[in-house]
């Protein structure tokens, strides 16, 4: 019985646990709270921060709601699908390496097992913009909630011509 209870406990501790390519946890930029709870956690917008770790240059915003209330004191509680994402270019663009259209560049659950939140890149190689998607997956029946948000690759500075994502894609 024991053993069931420190593993229960694990799967809770990791259930909000992101995962992004370079390892490192989103930057909280704030938290707004749109329902107010009496004893237990306020329902919240939160704003995170990732950079594209293989395309330096480049970094998203993304808005998500988190619950409050018992299950979402606890980590248990089954985040809705509504996140809004916005990517920018803030330095000069650097490919660190070939991808693939769709390649995940983040990865965070949204419930306890079943559900999980990704941003994925791909390039538009006829305009040179890279598109990130953000969507929700379940493993059964995953949501058509989503948002896009587009990167043109623009010269930096005096950094002279700017890279084409279409030589940087595998295949």
């Known amino acids: 019985m024991r053993l069931v209870s420190i593993l229960a406990a694990a799967a809770i501790g990791s259930a909000a646990t992101p995962t992004l390519a370079a390892d490192e946890a ?3 930029i ?3 709270s749109t329902v107010f709870k009496l004893l237990t956690p306020n329902d919240k917008l939160a704003t995170y921060g990732i950079d594209d770790s293989l395309v330096e240059g480049v970094a998203c915003h993304y808005t998500v709601p988190e ?3 018992v299950a979402g004191m606890f980590g248990v509680a089954e985040e809705v699908s509504d996140i809004s994402l916005a990517c920018r270019q803030y330095g000069p663009i650097k490919f660190k390496d070939k991808f693939e259209q769709g390649d995940v560049v983040f990865r965070e659950r949204r419930s306890l097992i079943f559900k ?3 941003i994925v890149r791909g390039c538009d190689v006829k305009r040179n913009v890279l598109v990130y998607m953000v969507y929700t997956d379940k493993l059964i029946e995953g949501s058509p909630k989503n948002s896009t948000s587009s990167v043109p690759i623009m010269p930096w500075g005096a950094s002279g ?3 084409k994502c279409g030589d940087y894609l595998k295949g």
């Open 26 to 28: 989103p930057d909280l």
């Open 161 to 163: 011509e700017a890279p």
């Open 30 to 32: 704030f938290k707004k």
């Open 67 to 69: 619950k409050g209330g």
């Open 116 to 118: 999980k939140m990704q």
